[in-house]
């Protein structure tokens, strides 16, 4: 069965930086696409960043410049490397399987539990 497991958050003061990762199984990590969402409560889930197989990624407008997705196909593992984190970044961030059409990140339904992210003022 497909399994998506996120690792890495936490409480941390405005400034700082978090690494979430994602460790997947069940699948053949290098061939699909993945991405990273994050969710307030009272709010949707919001896409913060996707990587394709060959390396391309995509960023929201709100974390470009501060955060880097990354993978590591031998480890079947991938990264969100959270810098400067604001009050605002704080929410539960999860992990998702997916693709790209067209240029953009459609999620094919595998989410992880989440990991809980905040960041205090």
């Known amino acids: 069965q497909i399994q998506l497991v996120e690792s890495g958050g936490g409480l941390v003061q405005a400034g700082g930086s978090l690494r979430l990762s994602c460790t997947a199984s069940g699948i053949t990590f290098s061939i699909n696409a993945f991405g990273w969402y994050r969710q307030v409560p009272g709010n949707q889930r919001e896409l913060v960043a996707s990587i394709g197989t060959a390396g391309t990624t995509n960023y929201a407008d709100s974390v470009k410049g501060r955060f880097t997705i990354s993978r590591d196909n031998a480890k079947n593992t991938m990264y969100l490397q959270m810098n400067s984190l604001k009050p605002e970044d704080t929410a539960v961030y999860y992990c998702?399987?997916?693709?790209?059409?067209?240029?953009?990140?459609?999620?094919?339904?595998?989410w992880g539990q989440g990991t809980q992210v905040t960041v205090s003022s």
């Open positions: 998702t399987r997916g693709r790209f059409s067209s240029g953009r990140y459609f999620t094919l339904g595998t």
